[in-house]
């Protein structure tokens, strides 16, 4: 009986310190599936792993870069609860969700994140930065709307227009005068049809085609050209000055086509018996052409958006003179599309002085033959 006792005391006792010695070990860290590692690591998307308590196991340097990881810990509060839901039910779960920058930028940045479990005990979180795609996809939207704005306008104008014409057919001079009207409602559509046109041509990325030597004397005459009678109807006077005998690489139509948007507005928008001066001069290794105009001057308010496709300082003056609101857009891009840039300064009731700068020198130009003649002119409207 005492041998019993005294076994049956030891047994209780070993079990009693094999609990104490388990509950003293540390719970051995959770480690990572074969192979989730090397894929993080080539991820472009920001991915987190999570274990059972919150802690970060492993993330890609993207998730460290959009600010999405502080040490070991996930610092955007919406992401630790998609996390806490998917490790309580192990439902895998995708939201759109607006996180603010972690530099302490005042905007902040959409994502789309994706959390799943992965194995028993972590918890993976994929995370794209969507800000970018959605700005493209509302200027795409906003594009649309105004495109289908504009043509609704001349449109439903020659509808009216044609009624009035067949309502008026025994009156000879309302026909006169309802004809003209169409003539200039269908001179507007054409106008803004070419423009879409040009400027789905200019815009993308795609390399120059008909690259050559462009000189700059010709590319302004033929641009003055342009405006000469309209410049001649409201009696202003187009000066040309400057340095001569200049020459670009680019493509000839494309730039007379900038440079002619440019000339074209500085005359649309100048009082009558006012100038209009076209200069150009050579500085560093750029070609610098400035079109200057006594005209009304831009708000300083709308300075930073008047080369956006649709934008018009003055929607009503714009529409008198014809103008659709691309003829900006489609510089900005040209100029891009040669490696340089146009930029503005104005003054309300002094003028505006518009600058294109063409580089003497391009990529595109370097794996072309110089030599080659400049292509021949061809109606850019």
């Given amino acids: 009986m005492a041998v019993g006792v005294a076994g049956t005391l030891a047994f209780r006792w070993s079990e009693r310190a094999q609990g104490r010695g388990t509950a003293a070990a540390p719970a051995a860290a959770p480690s990572l599936p074969p192979g989730v590692a090397t894929v993080l690591s080539v991820l472009r998307s920001s991915a987190v792993v999570l274990d059972e308590f919150d802690t970060v196991v492993k993330a890609s340097s993207a998730a460290?870069?959009?600010?999405?990881?502080?040490?070991?810990?996930?610092?955007?509060?919406?992401l630790l609860a998609m996390a806490k839901e998917t490790r309580r039910d192990g439902e895998i779960r995708q939201r759109d969700l607006l996180l603010a920058?972690?530099?302490?930028?005042?905007?902040?940045?959409?994502?789309?994140?994706?959390?799943?479990?992965?194995?028993?005990?972590?918890?993976?979180?994929?995370?794209?930065?969507?800000?970018?795609?959605?700005?493209?996809?509302?200027?795409?939207?906003?594009?649309?709307?105004?495109?289908?704005?504009?043509l609704k306008t001349p449109v439903g104008a020659l509808s009216l227009l044609a009624e009035a014409v067949m309502d008026a057919s025994d009156d000879p001079e309302a026909i006169i005068r309802f004809a003209g009207r169409m003539q200039i409602e269908s001179a507007r559509l054409t106008n803004l049809v070419q423009e879409l046109i040009d400027l789905s041509r200019v815009q993308n990325d795609h390399p120059l085609h008909h690259v050559g030597p462009v000189p700059l004397d010709d590319l302004v005459a033929e641009a003055a050209d342009r405006c000469r009678q309209a410049a001649e109807s409201k009696q202003i006077t187009l000066a040309i000055g400057g340095d001569r005998e200049l020459i670009v690489p680019g493509d000839h139509n494309q730039l007379v086509m900038a440079l002619g948007n440019l000339v074209e507005n500085a005359v649309n928008y100048s009082p009558a018996r006012t100038r209009v001066d076209i200069e150009v001069r050579a500085e560093a290794r750029m070609a610098v052409i400035t079109v200057s105009d006594q005209g009304l001057g831009i708000p300083q308010r709308d300075l930073d958006r008047i080369f956006e496709r649709f934008y018009r300082v003055d929607p009503a003056r714009s529409r008198a003179t014809g103008?659709?609101?691309?003829?900006?857009?489609?510089?900005?891009?040209?100029?891009?599309?040669?490696?340089?840039?146009?930029?503005?300064?104005?003054?309300?009731?002094?003028?505006?002085?518009?600058?294109?700068?063409?580089?003497?020198?391009?990529?595109?130009?370097?794996?072309?033959?110089?030599t080659s003649s400049t292509p021949s002119m061809e109606a850019s409207r």
């Fill in 64 to 78: 460290y870069k959009f600010g999405l990881v502080r040490g070991d810990q996930l610092v955007p509060e919406d």
């Fill in 101 to 150: 920058r972690a530099d302490g930028e005042a905007h902040e940045f959409e994502v789309s994140a994706r959390v799943a479990p992965l194995g028993s005990r972590l918890v993976l979180l994929l995370v794209e930065d969507r800000t970018e795609a959605r700005r493209v996809d509302a200027v795409r939207r906003d594009f649309v709307a105004n495109v289908s704005h504009e």
């Fill in 323 to 370: 103008g659709t609101g691309l003829g900006l857009s489609i510089v900005k891009h040209i100029a891009a599309g040669h490696g340089g840039e146009v930029t503005v300064r104005s003054l309300e009731g002094v003028g505006s002085t518009f600058t294109l700068v063409l580089p003497f020198k391009s990529s595109t130009s370097q794996s072309m033959s110089m």
